[in-house]
């Protein structure tokens, strides 16, 4: 048979949790960086600004992490730390890191893109914000 059907588990979901919607971003963005690479090896440098608008949270969320995915290939970078402000349908950030160092950042996947499965942005029951999805590597 030249072809077939197989199962495979190789995309990974990232979850930032946070006292506020803000930091559950800013704790997303830090968990995406950590499927890259250890976000220890990172230093904070130069900061990239990042806005983006949707039509509700989630997507916002979706769009955040894929600009975040964006600037990543194209300056070659990685991010340690991350400023996330929301208003309704807008969000302004700035990530700080640094162009990649293979010696020293070690990269272990190319994440690819934030997909819509498991989106979510939910304010939990304990008042800390979740905001999550899974990312295609």
């Known amino acids: 048979m030249p072809w077939e059907h197989f199962s ?4 990974i979901g990232v979850r930032g949790i946070g006292a506020t ?3 559950a971003f ?3 963005a830090l968990a995406l960086t950590a499927v890259v690479t250890d976000p220890s090896r990172i ?3 130069r900061a990239v600004e990042i806005a983006r608008e949707a039509p509700d949270e989630e997507l916002l969320l979706a769009d955040w992490l894929n600009a975040l995915v964006y600037e990543m290939v194209t300056l070659k ?3 340690v730390r ?3 402000q929301l208003d309704p349908g807008k969000l ?3 990530a700080w890191g640094e162009p990649i160092d293979a010696a020293r950042h070690h990269v272990a996947v190319e994440v690819k893109g934030a997909t819509y499965t498991e989106l979510a942005v939910t304010h939990r029951d304990d008042g800390m914000w979740l905001a999550q999805c899974v990312v295609d590597v």
């Open 8 to 11: 495979h588990a190789a995309d």
């Open 21 to 23: 919607r803000e930091e």
């Open 26 to 28: 800013e704790q997303a």
């Open 43 to 45: 230093d904070g440098k």
């Open 77 to 79: 970078m990685v991010f």
């Open 82 to 84: 991350f400023s996330v």
């Open 92 to 94: 302004h950030a700035t």
